[in-house]
């Protein structure tokens, strides 16, 4: 009898768990909570790496093709000149990557729950230190704001009054470039209704990676001019509260910057003008939320590495009348007029390789910032998409410099036979 027993409360167990594993079934998962990332961690702007490397990560324009990190191919531009071949890992340049271990980010500053990217991503750099932001938005402005390019366009050129009791200071302008010393709250920022931009900016990392990003905040142009900007201003320093900082020059805060829709390997499309701000809402596109304050600049081209100025936790900005100068031109390889063998590789250098990329075309023609661009990765990222060149022809090409902090070197010219 008690073995029956024992046999019929064994079914009634197995019963109840039955319809308690059915009711839990049920439950809609999508109302589990979202993780937030640490301060200083992997926030917002980390990104797991993608299966294989991205092809789209070379200049524009009249580029050959070099070798990427997949099988697809090229992380150059298209191909518009048969003078100049890169150098192939197949034919004794550089390996081809392994794949696997993601790079330690330049540094981390964000929090909140990890972003949904647009496709998957090699690896990304943190955004400001420096870094990158994700989102598959389009380039275009959020408003029809026209962007202001100097300070002159602001209506007060006069020093702010110290600010009153409405919260604490969370941005100081100071330095000799201007007026005098003028901090201001965060409502009294967001007081200045005529000065409020936004925009939607596209970024590129040292990886590299194109990004899009979501911010709101106020004229960087029209806040100097409330600080009372000087014709003597050279440079601007952007400090945050850990020390942390970034340096762009006048032309580089104050010339033309774009927000690219896409880039590939193939071209962009889609620049929208845009001025750069300093942002109290940012985020990733239809995600932004109200954070630390943080510049947002846009881009000179669509491989310019602006993320590095994405200063988070920002607390001053120090106008300086002294100019850092411009950067060294790059160097070649081989000396300039040198009659070499057909197949000859030619490599740049550069003493800063990892601030700067080097911009250069192979037609004789004047390089821009569209132009292609020789290092496209930093090099304790991806140093295998910096390939020599192979000089297959007669050639003359063109080179310069460029990275936040100076102003862009004097472009090179370099012409060679081949025998």
Known sequence: MSVVFKRVAALLVAIVLLLASACSAGLDESDAPVGAGAANGAGDFAQEPGAGGSAEVNGVGGAVDATGPDDSGAVGGDGAGASVAPLSPTSGGTPSPTGGETPAADAAD????????PAPADATEEQGRPGETSSGAPGDPVTASTPSSTPSSTPEADVEAPPSSDGPVVLTIKGDGVSGETSWTLSQLQSMSEGCR??????????????????????LPYLLGRAGINDSAASFRFTATDGYYAVVTYDQLFGAQYSYASHSASGSSGASAVEPIVAWI?????????????PFFGQGGPLDVNTSTFVQDLITIEVSSVSAGKWPAPMASIADGAAVPYGTQLAFSHESIDSVRIYYTIDGSEPDFSSPVYNPSASYFQPHLTVPLFLVESVTIKAFAAGYGRDRSETVTFSFTVE
């Open 282 to 294: 940012w985020g990733d596109a239809g995600r932004a939320r109200e954070e630390s304050i943080r």
């Open 198 to 219: 936004e925009f939607v900016y596209s970024t590129t990392n040292n990886w590299p990676a194109f990004r899009h990003m979501e911010a709101c905040g106020i004229s």
């Open 110 to 117: 964000s929090a909140g729950p990890p972003l949904q990217t």
